[in-house]
């Protein structure tokens, strides 16, 4: 966890999202109320209406940034992922995995050994990513089974020009 962040709230079971008005009247705007084991804690937007679609705006990005932390929480909990273990760096998803592999891939005119290396880490890496995006898991096998096959031609002709040299 960085430093310098104000007070944490760690999140447990018995912990409630809900919104909540704060008064009677069409002045009293509505707020988000988080509370549980770790305290109280109120989000309200400030009185002033016309600043309310910058907060919604704010909120929204609330959600996506809660949604992704669920994700990551819910992958890191099949997978026993966590960031103090190796994989912590590894991707998690097919968009992941493609990055990974053309950021990877060597330099046109490399020898033959590296690009079976290269394909070899390919398909051990799509392999351990079907198991981890379950969305994508049989376009991510396809993927796997390319780059095995791929590696297997790869290794007929590295064996042939060995065969051939002799």
Known sequence: MR???GPTWVISRWDEATVEETGSS???PPALVLSGTAGLLLIRPP???STWPDRAAFLRRLR???DE???LLE???RNGVCD???GRNEPQTLKDAHHVAA???PLPGSNLATWLKWRQANAKMYRAVSDVDRFHHHEIRYWVAHEEDKAEELAARIAKEKAETR
């Open 26 to 28: 069409p002045e009293s």
């Open 64 to 66: 996506d940034c809660a």
């Open 47 to 49: 009185g002033d209406r």
């Open 84 to 86: 103090d273990y190796p």
């Open 75 to 77: 992958s890191r909990a």
């Open 103 to 105: 950021s990877t891939r």
């Open 3 to 5: 430093e310098g962040f």
């Open 69 to 71: 932390l669920a994700a």
